[in-house]
């Protein structure tokens, strides 16, 4: 059985994009071009995959881990809406998910 991919959107450029289901943002976001560093290829040891999310979306997610929180409070532009893309997984849930790329 195959999942549908849930489409997530992010404002900041105008650009939508579907995401495959079971992929992190992070991923997603890459594979579409987007200039996202993301130097430790999701292995929680850069940063540089941040994101700021938009609207109501900070409390539609899974609170951050305990590593992740560390690693986000070490960021200069951090915000209590920065997430980590590489530690959001795409499930159906997030289908309209708005976000900005700090650059």
């Known amino acids: 059985m195959t ?3 849930a489409t997530v959107t992010c404002e900041a450029d105008g650009f939508s994009f579907d995401a495959e ?3 992190s943002l992070m991923v997603a ?6 200039a996202i560093e ?3 290829e999701g292995s929680l ?3 540089t995959c941040h994101v700021w999310l938009r609207d ?3 409390s539609r997610l899974p609170a ?3 590593d992740e929180r560390a690693m986000l409070a070490s960021l200069p532009g ?3 809406a920065s997430r980590l893309s590489c530690q959001i997984r795409v499930t159906p849930d997030i289908a309209g998910l708005a976000l900005d790329i700090p650059r």
């Open 3 to 5: 999942s549908s991919p």
């Open 21 to 23: 289901v079971g992929a």
């Open 29 to 34: 976001l890459k594979a579409t071009g987007f």
């Open 38 to 40: 993301a130097s430790c």
């Open 45 to 47: 040891a850069c940063g």
């Open 56 to 58: 109501d979306w900070s």
């Open 64 to 66: 951050p881990d305990e």
């Open 78 to 80: 951090a915000t209590p």
